[in-house]
Each structure stands twice: as C-alpha cells, then as structure tokens.
C-alpha cells in the first residue's frame, strides 16, 4: 500500500511540477513572415511575456538560418545592454529597437540583401523564468520592382478616367450636333411655310 501512495504522490508531485514550470515559462511573439524590399532596412519585432517582473539579468539571443540550412548565426545579443555582433554578416548592419520595460525586445536590421533571406529566431531568458517558446520569423527579401502595384493601379485608373471623359465629350457633341441639324430642318421648315 506505502508503494501505491507514494507512486500517486509523485505523480500528483509531477503534474503540479509540470504546471509550474509551464506557468513559469517566457512566451515570445514574433511575425510567422515579413517580406522586405532589397536594400532596404527592416525592423524585426519581438515581444514576450513572462511570469516574473522583467529581471536585470535579461538575455536575449536572436539567431539567423539561412534558406540553404547551413549553421545559426549569431545575429544579436542583449545581457545588461545591447552587444552587437563582433563577426558575421551582421556585424555592422543590426541596431537594438527594443524597450526592455514594455517587454519588446526588436532589432533593426539594415541594407538587406538577397543572402538575408532565413529565419530568424529570437529568445529570451527573464529570470527565474528559464524556459519558454523561441519566436520564428522568416524574412523574405524580394527586389525592387520598376512597376509596382500603386503604379499599375494609378495608370488604370487615370486611363479610365481619360476614356470617361472622352466618352461623354463624344456625347455632349453628338448631342450639339444633333439639335443644330433639328434647328437648321426647323428654320428650312419655316421658311418654306
């Protein structure tokens, strides 16, 4: 009988561990995608939620994978202040935007090329609260376009425009045209009476 209620008493034991840790974890909220035009800057944003107060000894990691799934690399790193990279492809190109107090932890990175397209990943650690989700997003980095949207949407609408008042000034002088040659009929009319 000792053997049964102690296995239960682990396992209730267990399952209140397991809530606690759960309840204890950091939430992390990023975009799933965030399209960017090439050279341009992008702010990657990120926010948490966590169980604690926001601790001095926040950290926060975020990482980058590009598209071919070649090894993470080190984007950016927040403990006591932001650390800019020492190395890589980001090393001058990412500025902190974050505001600790209002749990937003968000980069900017800057001159985004084609080799910036990947995932990005963002993680915090806000003590005691150790573990949590790891926010995703991936970054898609397309090329300019010489005629985008707005421009196709501002021709078809000028053209239409353009057609519209072409069409009713064709009216107003078939309409013109027409009332002289009733009036000249009339006149003839009158005079032949």
Same mark, same amino acid.
């Given at each position: ?16 561990l ?7 974890a950091v939430?992390v909220?990023t975009?799933?995608?965030v ?5 341009t ?7 948490f939620?966590s169980?604690s107060?926001? /601790?001095?000894d926040l ?7 590009p598209?071919d799934?070649s090894?993470?690399?080190q ?11 020492p190395?890589?492809?980001?090393k001058?190109?990412?500025?902190w ?11 900017i990175i800057?001159?985004l090329?084609? /080799?910036?397209?990947g ?5 915090? =650690? ?6 949590g989700? =790891?926010?995703?997003v991936?970054?898609? +980095?397309?090329?300019?376009? /010489?005629?985008?949207? =707005?421009?196709?949407?501002? +021709?078809?609408i000028g /053209?239409?425009?353009v057609l519209?008042?072409i ?9 013109q045209?027409?009332?002289?040659a009733?009036?000249k009929r009339?006149?003839?009319a009158?005079?032949e009476?």
């Amino acid at each position: 009988m000792r053997g049964r209620t102690w296995l239960g008493a682990a396992l209730v034991l267990g399952a209140q561990l397991r809530a606690l840790w759960l309840a204890a974890a950091v939430e992390v909220h990023t975009a799933k995608e965030v399209f960017a035009v090439n050279g341009t800057n992008q702010r990657l944003k990120c926010t948490f939620s966590s169980s604690s107060p926001v /601790s001095q000894d926040l950290i926060v990691t975020w990482n980058f994978q590009p598209e071919d799934l070649s090894s993470h690399e080190q984007v950016f790193h927040y403990q006591k202040g932001p650390c800019k990279p020492p190395a890589g492809r980001f090393k001058e190109r990412v500025t902190w935007d974050g505001n600790i107090e209002r749990n937003d932890v968000s980069i900017i990175i800057w001159n985004l090329q084609p /080799s910036d397209n990947g995932t990005f990943t963002c993680q915090v =650690i806000n003590f005691p609260d150790v573990h949590g989700t =790891i926010g995703e997003v991936r970054l898609r +980095v397309v090329h300019k376009v /010489s005629f985008s949207e =707005i421009h196709f949407l501002a +021709v078809a609408i000028g /053209s239409a425009s353009v057609l519209m008042i072409i069409v009713v000034a064709a009216v107003i002088i078939c309409r013109q045209r027409r009332r002289k040659a009733r009036d000249k009929r009339m006149e003839a009319a009158d005079a032949e009476l």
